[in-house]
């Protein structure tokens, strides 16, 4: 192990009473044991508590970062605390060199009654510094933050945004040798972010450590060496910020799909879906509806081994999508039809049968069995939902529609890193090639030959 470590964790724990109640009453009960002279049972669960933090370990090296990552309620600002001192742990160690600059919270720390000025006395005066050396460091931090004519107004007038500004430049200007950062920069537009980050790398190259808990794997692609994911308040991977990031969105996309799926329930039993010929309105704010004439009973999807438990898949996995169908009378000109949505969008991809070469012109009354074959899809890793709508080819009215049918994850590929942005959702095989151009100097084009470099 290094003997360059700024941060030292060892087996911390933190837990909390479900309840206001029950944890008012166990912290009563644990004080006073405390006062008596006697130990208190804060290293075990009791009815009614869970582990918020449960043994975690780590050790940051000065000039390192390290990026924490999870979905909401995974442990993360509860660790950052226990790091920054404002919770103890009830097990564990926590050992910390050097000075501690911290921002977990937008205006945590500062009185809402004095200037912006004045909190920068008060909070520079908590990290240890001097006056002397907070007054050497105002004009800076007051240019960085970029309030200016604002610094003399109370902070309570402040904005979100203003906070943040304020909060990171006491924070990173007061040079710390341990930054603790939650995600709390993305309040700030886009500039500011820049500046912010571009300090936070200087801040690394001085020797400083850095712990950024955020749940932008740009950020923590762009700043951090390596990461943590974590999950109901365990450490699942620890390793490159690569890993962090595939787990941290395989989680997302499981959770997505749970929540759509659990939201989609809970409506379909406020709102019975009625399929009845003789109610069909083909009510549009439903998840299901249509005529009736044609009604899909259920839809799955496999993988090229068959039913797959969760609906995960591997990165261009080949899928096969089943659907159960009853045709109560006959139709002319069936037309199938699925279409694909992701998280931010609606429609990215279309199937129907006519479109694939399977025109139906006569369907007689009976049960069918609706199987579409997609080879290696270029999704994106995330999560998807399929719907079906079924019509007669050239005529508006549905037979059936059912939005939300089935849904589907698409997982991280571990043989490549696909730079992560929840807002795509293809992706395009491409090859890359960097040549001299013909007017390059010769020791350029001595260097690179069809890409490689020429030693």
């Not at 970062?65 to 993360?76: F, Y």
Request: net charge neutral; with cysteine.
């Amino acid at each position: 192990m290094s003997d360059n470590w700024a941060i030292r964790a060892q087996g911390v724990s933190k837990k909390f009473g479900l309840t206001l109640r029950q944890s008012m009453k166990y912290g009563l009960r644990d004080s006073v044991r405390k006062l008596a002279g006697r130990s208190s049972t804060t290293d075990v669960l009791r009815e009614g508590e869970f582990w918020a933090v449960n043994d975690v370990s780590f050790q940051l090296n000065g000039g390192e970062a390290l990026g924490i990552m999870g979905v909401n309620g995974c442990g993360k600002t509860t660790l950052l605390r226990i790091l920054n001192g404002v919770y103890a742990p009830d097990k564990g160690r926590i050992q910390i060199r050097g000075r501690v600059g911290a921002l977990i919270a937008a205006g945590a720390g500062f009185a809402p009654m004095l200037t912006g000025r004045e909190n920068v006395y008060v909070n520079g005066a908590l990290l240890g510094l001097s006056t002397r050396e907070i007054d050497g460091l105002m004009d800076e931090i007051i240019a960085f933050s970029e309030l200016d004519h604002f610094i003399d107004l109370p902070v309570r007038n402040y904005s979100s945004g203003m906070y943040v500004r304020l909060g990171f430049a006491i924070a990173a200007l007061s040079r710390p040798d341990v930054l603790l950062m939650d995600e709390v920069l993305a309040v700030g537009d886009l500039n500011f972010q820049k500046k912010c980050f571009d300090h936070i790398l200087q801040l690394k190259r001085q020797g400083a450590a850095i712990i950024l808990v955020s749940h932008s794997p740009g950020a923590i692609w762009s700043v951090c060496d390596r990461g943590l994911f974590m999950n109901r308040g365990s450490v699942l991977v620890d390793g490159p910020a690569e890993e962090t990031i595939r787990a941290y969105d395989d989680q997302n996309s499981r959770n997505a799909a749970i929540a759509s799926s659990q939201f989609e329930r809970a409506v379909s039993a406020h709102y019975k879906d009625t399929l009845d010929k003789e109610e069909s309105k083909a009510e549009y704010g439903h998840s299901k509806g249509g005529t009736g004439d044609v009604v899909c009973t259920s839809v799955t999807i496999n993988g090229e081994s068959g039913p797959r438990i969760g609906g995960e898949f591997q990165f261009k996995e080949s899928i096969e999508i089943v659907a159960e169908i009853e045709v109560k009378e006959p139709q002319e000109n069936l037309l199938f039809r699925y279409t694909i949505d992701a998280v931010h969008y609606r429609f990215i991809a279309t199937l129907d049968n006519y479109e694939q070469g399977l025109a139906l012109p006569k369907v007689m009354p009976g049960h069918y069995v609706l199987k579409v074959r997609v080879q290696a899809p270029n999704f994106r890793p995330g999560a998807y939902v399929a719907n079906i709508g079924i019509t007669r080819k050239e005529v508006g009215v549905h037979l059936f529609y059912w939005f939300g049918a089935a849904r589907f994850v698409v997982l991280h590929p571990r043989d490549l890193f696909l730079y992560a942005d929840s807002n795509a959702v293809m992706h395009l095989n491409s090859t890359f090639e960097l040549k001299p151009s013909p007017h390059a100097l010769p020791e350029i084009a001595n260097v690179i030959v069809d890409g490689r470099s020429q030693a």
